[in-house]
């Protein structure tokens, strides 16, 4: 009898041992908004502007060096994200959404918080969407009924926005593309000048944008403020994290788009004079403040041990100054703060300050504290790792720019790159390609907002060695004829697919980029 009590008590505690599991592995992912390579601290020993917050988040996870964003504007980047696919495959070829443009991404196609939603998660967006909207226009239509909203013409745009009946849902948005939740103010310089929960609007916006307020004309909110955006998001973030602790059973995925320090650069008066770097500094220096309470929340509610969190940035800086909420690109720099350095260019650009991206990654017990990876990564790679994450076969059209980064993740090494080339794309268009060292790009220009006239002897291509020369100032496209037309051909070869394939070893082997300048 003793004896069959004792087995019992075995087997009870095995069972019982069996069934504990680790707690699920929550996401975050928040996304600054033109913020700069040379911007945090941790980036930058001579930025200035405090960020103490993305510092630490450095400290306790895995800094990337070598991290891309798809484009070097807002829209496309944000697409390529949330779907794992470049943008430039869909209709918009450049630039970005306007106002009252249509959904960019396809209705049917998979997405990253879809994705998640398949295997339990609750997802939610809270920030900056920038991804369309079927917009009600009256009584029966939408948006969609009349125009291409890619296409619509600027002198259409404000009259449109008169007959949008804000009493009514606004189809298409992120609720239907795989959010549980949004809350958001979708662009903080276009109307409607509101916040939008879901598919509807927070209050009616029913009077015209005031002549002194920044940014296209358009209905707003009476007694609209755009320095209350940033700390809302960060509230409704935090208040997001607190409600979804409530629900360990059930893992979340948290997407914060941010809205800065993309113009109109409103920094909330707490932060006024917080920095050496002018009202960008300051603003910037409230970015790191809203990813503090992001952190802080999952310290709090007791999640930060299972939470994977990324921070990260859009496209690089235009570096404006601030002045009327916007100013000149460039002309930061005049407070001796380089957003871009120690790269070339700027937002849109083809150059590496377009598209070159803080990228940190903190995963408790999974990715290394402290320490620095210089593994080339592109934000369209974390559909296809997180798939690999929660276990998705993903169908054969996903996904389809989009490389499985989980060990890169987790801090390492592999005997060859996780990519053997990367592609960027301009705010213009502009196309460049990079496979190791070399990178091209199919134009004499920036693609993008820094002025540069080339000479006129110029060659129709530039071609840098990166590793000789990171600033890109010596082009060799005439020197090295053979590796412009390699490279040229694989991104024709990428361009013309409907999706990007890794190259045999053998084929990476002989590349341009596997070796020293020839």
Not at 110 to 126: F, R, V
Not at 353 to 377: K, N, Q
């Amino acid at each position: 009898m003793l004896t069959g009590m004792l087995l019992l008590t075995l087997v009870s505690v095995v069972d019982d041992t069996a069934v504990q599991k680790d707690p699920p592995i929550n996401i975050v992912i928040v996304l600054a908004d033109d913020l700069g390579y040379g911007d945090p601290g941790c980036y930058n020993d001579q930025s200035k502007i405090p960020t103490p917050n993305i510092d630490r988040l450095a400290a306790e996870g895995l800094r990337f060096t070598d991290a891309h964003t798809p484009s070097s504007v807002c829209s496309p980047t944000r697409y390529g994200l949330l779907t794992g696919r470049y943008a430039w495959r869909t209709k918009l070829k450049r630039s970005v959404l306007w106002p009252w443009s249509l959904p960019l991404i396809e209705q049917g196609r998979l997405t990253l918080p879809a994705m998640l939603q398949q295997h339990g998660y609750y997802t939610g967006c809270i920030g900056k969407w920038h991804l369309g909207w079927d917009w009600p226009i009256d009584a029966e239509g939408h948006v969609s009924d009349e125009f291409d909203g890619v296409a619509i013409a600027t002198k259409k745009r404000v009259p449109l926005g008169k007959r949008v009946d804000f009493s009514r849902p606004i189809a298409s948005g992120p609720t239907s593309r795989g959010f549980n939740y949004y809350f958001g103010d979708d662009v903080p310089n276009f109307p409607p000048y509101c916040f939008i929960e879901n598919d509807r609007t927070v209050g009616i916006p029913s009077v015209d944008k005031p002549k002194k307020m920044f940014g296209h004309d358009g209905p707003t909110l009476a007694g609209w403020d755009l320095s209350v955006v940033l700390p809302t998001l960060a509230q409704q973030a935090a208040a997001y994290i607190e409600e979804r602790a409530k629900h360990p059973e059930q893992p979340f995925f948290l997407y914060v788009p941010l809205t800065a320090p993309h113009t109109p650069i409103a920094p909330s008066p707490h932060f006024a004079g917080k920095s050496d770097a002018g009202i960008y500094g300051d603003f910037v220096h409230e970015v790191d403040w809203v990813l503090g309470q992001v952190l802080s929340a999952l310290d709090r509610t007791g999640t930060a041990e299972h939470t994977l969190v990324i921070f990260t940035s859009d496209n690089g800086s235009p570096q404006r100054n601030g002045i009327d909420m916007s100013g000149p690109i460039g002309s930061v720099k005049k407070f001796g703060h380089d957003p871009s350095r120690p790269w070339r260019g700027m937002k849109s650009d083809a150059w590496e300050a377009g598209h070159r991206v803080p990228f940190i990654v903190r995963w408790p017990g999974r990715a290394p504290s402290g320490e620095t990876s210089s593994e080339p990564i592109i934000l369209t790679d974390l559909m296809r790792t997180f798939a690999t994450l929660v276990g998705h076969s993903l169908p054969e059209k996903s996904a389809d720019d989009s490389f499985d980064i989980l060990t890169a993740l987790e801090g390492k090494k592999t005997h060859r790159p996780i990519h053997d080339h990367l592609i960027h794309h301009s705010g213009n268009g502009l196309f460049a390609i990079r496979q190791g060292n070399w990178k091209l790009i199919l134009g004499k220009g920036s693609g993008g907002f820094s002025r540069y006239k080339a000479p006129a002897d110029a060659p129709a291509g530039q071609l840098y060695h990166l590793g000789d020369d990171p600033a890109e100032q010596i082009n060799r496209y005439s020197e090295k004829p053979q590796i412009v037309e390699t490279l040229t051909r694989l991104l024709e070869l990428t361009r013309s697919s409907h999706r990007s394939y890794r190259l045999p070893s053998a084929v990476q082997q002989g590349s341009p980029g596997s070796s020293d300048p020839q």
